[in-house]
């Protein structure tokens, strides 16, 4: 048998005969391994041997101490002396000790100098494989000259540094023999000793050099040295790859090797000729049980190995690759970061994310009307999109990305750029089950984002009003930097209250702040003039410099006439510089530069008129589209117009003072005309809370409010607020307080305020009454709303409103089924009868008298003449409101309307009349806040009747109102407009209710009483001949300068607050004002002439003395009442009979402005 040779060159000094010497580079590795190993095994058998020899000798010497007590002396003397023997062992021991210390800091990758040695170990090794994959190419073995193989020379230099740090492992590992036997210590000694045999032979041998592949398992180690793997997802993805890739490369190379090679008792004469690459494909099809049969092993080494290599790599082909193809797949879709892009902003929102949630806010967000929306919108939420959100979020794909992770991370607040955003905005539950729950979620990613970026301005819904006071907790939440709270359930009670207030108004606020398309319907419908109005929406712009030095109501003219848009409000700037939000000032204030108007428009491209306005260009322009910037607002060029909207209302904006809070109307007391409630006041007498914004009586036990059936029966209630409210003891909070102190705003004189009947579950109301037992005129009946027997005894019939709400909406799973108590106590209200035996106005006609108005004079005499139409004798003409979660529930609230089950809410019929409110609406405030933030503050103060950051910083210490004594300061608090509604009818507009223009009536009340009408409150079938019209009305908002009026309307309006109403509350004489007094609106106020004041108020002390003492009488018989009328009460008639036609001309003629027909028993508390 012929003998197989290796490659031989004359250049290179190698055996001339050409024989093979694998067996010497195999033995040194051999040699070096099991002679390592015999020396250890052999060291640790000495070491055992001397251990148990010299403790056998150790033992008796101790046993004889111990039992020889009269040595011991001496003993012990003698240890003393060999103490110096023993430092110098001790010493030897420490040296080994440090030594060892040492080489376990070099190779540990605790320290920066180990990570560089062990990340710098791993490389050579994967470039030492490398080398290999390049010597596969060439024969197993092959004469090398080591001074001119560049391959040779650089992996000689890698294995010496292998050997070195194979050192400094040896040092530094506690147990050798396991050291010896690992892994890499077993790589090292199959690859190391051949270099250097090669090197002295001139020869190379591939050999095993492939084991320097089973380095690559150490693989995720180094990534997570790096600190590249952070997740155990990560983690285990690169352990299972790189332990496949290993084995597989590993297997390879020994296939590699025998195929080459052949067997060696058959002299190599069956070997055959396979690449390295094809060897991996073998072995890859091997694992795969596939076995093509092109490529196989001939060698019988080679066939043994895949015999016991099928089991194994079966086995791990089995399980490996499809938990690696798991992990690819379980991989987060949404894991990236995000890339800030140059030149446009971006902002977070987080919280509650959802299809309903996300689509309600990119729908306001991104809505056309939006001049410059060049932001874009990052969500962050812990949960993948679904496939209906993920659709939603592909076809904003421009200006929307979602990542998920969780804002209580640092890592994923980096991700998303938080530093670099113009705001977060965190959505909250609105649905859900526990509110509290919710708020402290919410409030706890506020803490977090602070906590990463204290000066990221943010922007939060909150559920419950008690919760917001938890913001102030945290040092970095910021008012005056922009930072924001949108209280849900104090908006939408405020929402409720104003409902009760003017009819309708809820609905025509939330039209405002949400951006909503125009919808053109040609035929003449009311929905076609109440889509014409929900089309506008707030804005705020700069005014022109034109408009310097004028008066407010001059400037609201002009625009509404000539610009075509409504000013309501201005940011009017002190002699303090304290900066403060206007609404409807009157003529003392006039117009400074660089004023900040707030505008009614259909987009904000209108609004850009009241800055481009010029007086010398465009005085004589009729179209208001013409009104352009022109060259001499070009030249001047100082207006900060190409700022955002975010931008401009903070610039000389109330957040940048840093004493200001949001304000209405509230003046210097010595700009205050006919300011005799200064000069009467009584500084011993609290009547107001400390701040002098709201209405304050001394708390009461909850009993002394309580009203039994019998006793409400007897009671001649008219003219009141009716609160249902569905809870229990287990019920969340809907927050109460929220709903009463709008009704209890010092704005309206006290006997206009509203009596607020509560009836539903004394429990609940009992969780409620901490925050309410400062307000005057409340009472409670305890009951239910559905109970027919409870609603006749608080006269709903007489009701100025009724309010159905329900604490127990959201502890419902099916939403269909969330508002079902609302809804049955609305239907049952509306198909009750009632007699009309008090024949009392129904709701539809209703008005009040100007304040400011001279009664003596014919031309201006009060508001009068109204139709006394048949009185409310169906509950179907009850004036309602009804709290919805579910907006779908709407359809179930009318049963005559035609509403689609899909249509959406803003265009339903209850929600256009003002008789349904949802929440939902509420969802719009959060792009409205993060545009403009003055708007949140103009629409909280409009609703919550004058709410501020000092009154919610002290409910957040007390949580209950403080009263305070009466001073011009306060005083001058209650001189802030509110809204009313107007009728036209009878009275001073009477000549415009009949085909007049709205426009005309505009500048007829602005100019004459400083009143800002913006809306029209009509009957539905107003312009339609019917035989039975509809008593239903609905909502127009900002009607155009022509458009039409009939006599029945009522007119929204901003009126400002009288003086002189609150001087005397006598009757009025006119016939009309009995009318008006069962009329179902409390916007009223009836001024008093100054020429009949005197005459007026003798009248008013004899009848409040009478009044005294027939109530001193009263009270020595009977149980003592719950009432909050001051002393100086105008006269009532008391009596506890049926009614009958006398009693009812009696409410008629004492009756002012919806007042309540006092109780049957009652006692006076100083108020």
């Not at 939000?581 to 008129?609: C, W, Y």
């Not at 009313?980 to 007049?996: I, W």
């Given at each position: 048998?012929e003998?197989?040779?290796?490659?031989f060159?004359?250049?290179?000094?190698?055996?001339?005969?050409?024989?093979?010497?694998?067996?010497?580079?195999?033995?040194?590795?051999?040699v070096?391994?099991f002679?390592?190993?015999?020396?250890?095994l052999l060291?640790?058998?000495?070491?055992y041997?001397?251990t148990?020899?010299?403790?056998?000798?150790?033992k008796?010497?101790?046993v004889?101490?111990?039992?020889?007590?009269?040595?011991?002396?001496?003993?012990?003397?003698?240890?003393?002396?060999?103490?110096?023997?023993e430092v110098?062992?001790?010493?030897e021991?420490?040296?080994m000790?440090?030594?060892?210390?040492?080489?376990g800091?070099m190779?540990?990758?605790?320290?920066l100098t180990g990570?560089?040695?062990?990340v710098l170990v791993?490389?050579?090794?994967?470039?030492?494989?490398?080398?290999?994959?390049?010597?596969?190419s060439?024969?197993?073995?092959?004469?090398q000259?080591?001074y001119?193989d560049f391959t040779?020379?650089i992996?000689?230099?890698f294995?010496?540094f292998?050997?070195?740090?194979?050192?400094l492992?040896?040092i530094?590992?506690n147990?050798?023999?396991?050291?010896w036997?690992?892994?890499?210590s077993v790589?090292d000694?199959?690859?190391v000793?051949?270099?250097?045999?090669?090197v002295?032979?001139?020869?190379?041998?591939?050999?095993?050099r492939?084991l320097r592949?089973l380095?690559?398992?150490?693989?995720?180690e180094?990534?997570?040295?790096?600190?590249i793997?952070k997740?155990?997802?990560?983690?285990?993805?690169?352990?299972?790859c790189?332990i496949?890739?290993?084995?597989?490369?590993?297997?390879?190379?020994f296939?590699?090797?025998?195929?080459?090679?052949?067997?060696?008792?058959e002299?190599?004469?069956?070997?055959?000729?396979?690449s390295y690459?094809?060897?991996?494909?073998?072995?890859?099809?091997?694992m795969?049980?596939?076995?093509?049969g092109?490529?196989?092993?001939?060698?019988?080494?080679?066939?043994?190995?895949?015999?016991?290599?099928?089991?194994?790599g079966?086995a791990m082909?089995a399980?490996?690759?499809?938990e690696?193809?798991e992990?690819i797949g379980?991989?987060?879709?949404?894991?990236g970061?995000?890339?800030?892009?140059n030149?446009?902003k971006?902002?977070?929102?987080?919280?509650?994310i959802?299809?309903?949630?996300?689509?309600?806010?990119?729908k306001d967000f991104?809505h056309k009307?939006?001049?410059?929306?060049n932001v874009?919108?990052?969500?962050?939420?812990n949960i993948s999109?679904n496939?209906e959100l993920?659709?939603l979020?592909?076809r904003?794909?421009t200006?929307?990305e979602?990542?998920?992770?969780s804002?209580l991370?640092?890592h994923?607040?980096?991700?998303v750029?938080?530093?670099?955003?113009?705001?977060?905005?965190?959505?909250?539950n609105?649905?859900?089950a526990?509110?509290?729950?919710e708020?402290?979620?919410?409030i706890?990613r506020v803490?977090s984002?602070?906590?990463?970026?204290?000066?990221?301005?943010i922007?939060t819904?909150m559920?419950?009003?008690h919760?917001k006071?938890?913001?102030?907790?945290?040092?970095?939440w910021?008012w005056?930097?922009?930072?924001?709270?949108?209280?849900?359930?104090e908006?939408?009670?405020?929402?409720i209250?104003?409902?009760?207030l003017?009819?309708?108004?809820?609905?025509m606020?939330?039209?405002?702040?949400?951006?909503?398309?125009?919808i053109?319907?040609e035929?003449?419908?009311w929905?076609?003039?109440?889509l014409?109005?929900?089309?506008?929406?707030m804005?705020?712009?700069?005014?022109s410099?034109a408009f310097v030095?004028?008066s407010f109501?001059?400037v609201?003219e002009?625009?509404?006439?000539k610009?075509?848009?409504?000013?309501?409000?201005?940011?009017?700037?002190?002699?303090q510089?304290e900066?403060s939000?206007?609404?409807?000032p009157?003529n003392?204030?006039?117009?400074?530069?660089?004023?900040?108007?707030?505008?009614?428009?259909?987009?904000?491209k209108?609004?850009?008129?009241?800055?481009?306005?010029?007086?010398?260009c465009?005085?004589d322009i009729?179209?208001?589209?013409?009104?352009?910037?022109?060259g001499?607002k070009r030249?001047?060029?100082e207006h900060?117009?190409?700022?955002?909207?975010?931008?401009?209302?903070?610039?000389g904006?109330?957040r940048?003072?840093p004493?200001?809070?949001?304000k209405m109307?509230r003046h210097?007391?010595?700009?205050?005309?006919?300011n005799e409630?200064?000069?009467?006041?009584d500084?011993?007498v609290?009547?107001?809370?400390?701040?002098?914004?709201?209405?304050w009586?001394?708390s009461?036990?909850i009993?002394?409010v309580?009203?039994?059936r019998s006793?409400a029966?007897m009671?001649?209630l008219?003219?009141h607020?009716v609160?249902c409210i569905?809870?229990d003891?287990?019920?969340?909070?809907v927050g109460?307080?929220?709903?009463v102190?709008?009704?209890?705003?010092?704005?309206?004189?006290?006997?206009e305020l509203?009596?607020?009947?509560?009836v539903g579950?004394?429990e609940?109301?009992?969780?409620?009454?901490?925050?309410?037992?400062?307000?005057?005129?409340v009472?409670?009946l305890?009951g239910t709303p559905l109970s027919?027997?409870?609603l006749?005894?608080?006269?709903?019939n007489?009701?100025d409103?009724?309010?159905?709400?329900?604490a127990?909406?959201?502890?419902?799973?099916?939403a269909?089924?969330q508002?079902?108590?609302c809804?049955?106590a609305s239907?049952?209200?509306?198909?009750?009868?009632f007699?009309?035996?008090?024949g009392?106005?129904?709701?539809n006609?209703?008005?009040?008298?100007?304040p400011?108005?001279?009664?003596s004079?014919?031309?201006?005499?009060p508001?009068?003449g109204?139709?006394r139409?048949?009185s409310v004798t169906?509950g179907s003409n009850i004036?309602?409101i009804t709290e919805l979660?579910?907006d779908?529930?709407?359809?179930?609230?009318?049963q005559?309307?035609?509403?689609?089950?899909?249509?959406?809410?803003?265009?339903?019929?209850?929600?256009?009349?003002?008789?349904?409110?949802?929440v939902s609406?509420?969802?719009?405030?959060?792009s409205a806040t993060?545009f403009?933030?003055?708007?949140?503050t103009?629409?909280?103060?409009?609703?919550?009747?004058?709410?501020?950051?000092e009154?919610?910083?002290?409910?957040?210490e007390?949580?209950a109102?403080?009263?305070g004594?009466s001073?011009?300061q306060?005083?001058?608090?209650?001189?802030?407009?509110?809204?009313a509604?107007l009728?036209?009818?009878?009275?001073?507009?009477a000549?415009?209710?009949d085909?007049?223009?709205?426009?005309?009536?505009?500048?007829k009340?602005l100019?004459?009483?400083?009143m800002l009408?913006?809306?029209?409150?009509?009957?539905?079938d107003?312009?339609m001949?019917?035989?039975?019209?509809?008593?239903k009305?609905?909502?127009?908002t900002?009607p155009?300068y022509?458009?039409?009026?009939?006599p029945?309307?009522?007119?929204?309006?901003?009126?400002?607050?009288?003086?002189?109403?609150g001087?005397?509350?006598?009757?009025?004489?006119?016939?009309?004002?009995?009318?008006h007094?069962?009329?179902?609106?409390?916007s009223?106020?009836?001024?008093?002439?100054?020429?009949?004041?005197q005459n007026?108020?003798?009248?008013t002390?004899e009848?409040?003395d009478k009044q005294?003492a027939t109530r001193?009488n009263?009270?020595?018989?009977?149980?003592?009442?719950f009432t909050d009328?001051?002393e100086?009460a105008?006269?009532?008639?008391?009596?506890?009979?049926p009614?009958?036609t006398?009693?009812?001309?009696q409410?008629?003629?004492?009756?002012s402005t919806?007042s309540?027909?006092p109780p049957i028993?009652?006692?006076?508390?100083?108020?």
């Amino acid at each position: 048998m012929e003998d197989v040779v290796i490659p031989f060159s004359s250049e290179v000094p190698c055996d001339n005969n050409g024989q093979r010497m694998w067996w010497a580079f195999l033995a040194s590795s051999m040699v070096t391994f099991f002679g390592g190993l015999f020396i250890i095994l052999l060291w640790r058998t000495m070491k055992y041997m001397w251990t148990v020899c010299c403790h056998c000798n150790i033992k008796p010497k101790e046993v004889q101490k111990v039992n020889n007590p009269a040595i011991n002396q001496a003993t012990d003397s003698a240890l003393k002396g060999d103490e110096k023997e023993e430092v110098q062992p001790a010493s030897e021991v420490g040296w080994m000790t440090s030594v060892k210390d040492w080489a376990g800091v070099m190779i540990s990758a605790q320290t920066l100098t180990g990570r560089v040695l062990v990340v710098l170990v791993f490389a050579l090794s994967i470039g030492a494989l490398g080398i290999y994959f390049i010597d596969s190419s060439d024969p197993i073995e092959s004469c090398q000259n080591f001074y001119k193989d560049f391959t040779l020379q650089i992996d000689m230099a890698f294995n010496v540094f292998f050997l070195l740090y194979f050192g400094l492992r040896f040092i530094a590992a506690n147990d050798k023999l396991w050291f010896w036997l690992e892994v890499n210590s077993v790589v090292d000694f199959f690859t190391v000793p051949p270099v250097f045999v090669s090197v002295y032979l001139n020869r190379s041998w591939l050999g095993l050099r492939f084991l320097r592949a089973l380095r690559l398992i150490q693989f995720s180690e180094i990534l997570q040295f790096l600190n590249i793997l952070k997740t155990s997802n990560s983690i285990k993805l690169v352990n299972l790859c790189s332990i496949f890739i290993s084995t597989w490369l590993t297997a390879a190379g020994f296939i590699h090797l025998v195929e080459n090679s052949g067997d060696p008792w058959e002299n190599f004469q069956n070997s055959q000729s396979l690449s390295y690459w094809e060897c991996v494909y073998l072995l890859m099809v091997t694992m795969s049980t596939v076995g093509y049969g092109d490529v196989y092993a001939k060698t019988t080494l080679g066939r043994l190995f895949m015999v016991f290599f099928i089991l194994g790599g079966l086995a791990m082909f089995a399980s490996y690759v499809p938990e690696i193809i798991e992990l690819i797949g379980n991989r987060k879709k949404y894991g990236g970061s995000y890339s800030a892009v140059n030149g446009r902003k971006h902002i977070v929102v987080c919280g509650h994310i959802t299809l309903e949630s996300v689509s309600n806010f990119l729908k306001d967000f991104l809505h056309k009307d939006r001049d410059d929306v060049n932001v874009e919108i990052v969500f962050l939420h812990n949960i993948s999109p679904n496939l209906e959100l993920e659709a939603l979020f592909k076809r904003h794909f421009t200006q929307v990305e979602f990542y998920q992770g969780s804002v209580l991370n640092p890592h994923d607040l980096a991700r998303v750029k938080i530093e670099s955003a113009d705001a977060c905005l965190i959505l909250a539950n609105k649905y859900c089950a526990d509110p509290d729950a919710e708020d402290a979620s919410n409030i706890m990613r506020v803490i977090s984002i602070k906590n990463y970026h204290p000066k990221i301005r943010i922007i939060t819904q909150m559920l419950q009003y008690h919760n917001k006071a938890h913001l102030l907790n945290i040092p970095s939440w910021n008012w005056k930097e922009g930072d924001d709270a949108i209280c849900l359930a104090e908006l939408k009670a405020g929402f409720i209250a104003q409902s009760c207030l003017a009819q309708g108004l809820s609905t025509m606020l939330a039209n405002l702040f949400s951006m909503r398309s125009f919808i053109e319907i040609e035929e003449d419908t009311w929905q076609k003039y109440y889509l014409e109005g929900v089309a506008n929406e707030m804005y705020t712009e700069y005014l022109s410099s034109a408009f310097v030095g004028l008066s407010f109501p001059t400037v609201c003219e002009l625009c509404y006439v000539k610009l075509k848009l409504l000013l309501i409000a201005i940011e009017y700037k002190s002699e303090q510089r304290e900066s403060s939000i206007l609404i409807n000032p009157g003529n003392h204030v006039k117009m400074q530069e660089g004023t900040l108007g707030f505008f009614i428009a259909s987009d904000a491209k209108e609004v850009k008129r009241a800055f481009f306005y010029c007086k010398a260009c465009h005085d004589d322009i009729t179209d208001p589209k013409r009104i352009k910037k022109c060259g001499c607002k070009r030249l001047e060029d100082e207006h900060p117009s190409t700022l955002s909207p975010k931008k401009k209302q903070r610039n000389g904006g109330m957040r940048n003072s840093p004493n200001c809070s949001p304000k209405m109307m509230r003046h210097d007391p010595l700009l205050i005309p006919g300011n005799e409630q200064i000069e009467n006041m009584d500084m011993n007498v609290k009547r107001y809370d400390s701040t002098g914004m709201f209405h304050w009586c001394p708390s009461k036990e909850i009993e002394k409010v309580i009203l039994t059936r019998s006793e409400a029966s007897m009671t001649v209630l008219s003219g009141h607020v009716v609160v249902c409210i569905f809870g229990d003891v287990t019920s969340a909070l809907v927050g109460l307080r929220n709903l009463v102190m709008p009704l209890r705003a010092s704005n309206f004189h006290y006997h206009e305020l509203k009596p607020i009947v509560f009836v539903g579950s004394l429990e609940y109301l009992r969780r409620e009454w901490e925050t309410l037992h400062n307000f005057p005129k409340v009472s409670i009946l305890p009951g239910t709303p559905l109970s027919r027997a409870d609603l006749r005894a608080v006269n709903i019939n007489l009701c100025d409103m009724c309010v159905i709400l329900s604490a127990n909406q959201n502890n419902i799973e099916d939403a269909s089924l969330q508002d079902k108590e609302c809804i049955l106590a609305s239907l049952n209200i509306k198909s009750m009868q009632f007699d009309d035996s008090i024949g009392v106005l129904q709701a539809n006609s209703q008005g009040f008298t100007p304040p400011g108005m001279d009664r003596s004079s014919p031309d201006s005499s009060p508001v009068h003449g109204f139709v006394r139409q048949a009185s409310v004798t169906t509950g179907s003409n009850i004036p309602i409101i009804t709290e919805l979660v579910n907006d779908s529930n709407v359809q179930f609230l009318d049963q005559d309307d035609d509403d689609d089950p899909d249509t959406e809410l803003y265009l339903t019929q209850p929600f256009a009349c003002g008789t349904a409110f949802a929440v939902s609406v509420l969802d719009s405030l959060m792009s409205a806040t993060y545009f403009n933030d003055n708007i949140l503050t103009l629409i909280r103060t409009l609703v919550t009747g004058g709410a501020t950051p000092e009154l919610e910083a002290l409910l957040a210490e007390e949580n209950a109102l403080r009263g305070g004594y009466s001073t011009p300061q306060t005083l001058a608090n209650r001189d802030r407009c509110r809204v009313a509604q107007l009728a036209l009818y009878d009275g001073p507009f009477a000549d415009l209710g009949d085909g007049g223009c709205y426009g005309d009536l505009f500048c007829k009340a602005l100019k004459t009483y400083n009143m800002l009408c913006f809306g029209i409150y009509r009957l539905r079938d107003a312009h339609m001949s019917v035989p039975s019209p509809c008593t239903k009305r609905y909502v127009i908002t900002n009607p155009p300068y022509e458009f039409e009026l009939v006599p029945t309307d009522l007119i929204f309006c901003l009126m400002q607050f009288d003086h002189n109403a609150g001087q005397s509350r006598t009757s009025l004489s006119h016939s009309s004002h009995s009318s008006h007094s069962s009329s179902k609106k409390s916007s009223s106020v009836h001024s008093i002439p100054p020429s009949n004041r005197q005459n007026r108020s003798s009248k008013t002390r004899e009848a409040r003395d009478k009044q005294n003492a027939t109530r001193m009488n009263r009270m020595g018989q009977e149980k003592k009442w719950f009432t909050d009328e001051p002393e100086n009460a105008y006269p009532r008639n008391i009596q506890i009979k049926p009614m009958s036609t006398h009693m009812a001309n009696q409410v008629n003629q004492y009756k002012s402005t919806s007042s309540l027909i006092p109780p049957i028993r009652e006692v006076e508390d100083e108020c």
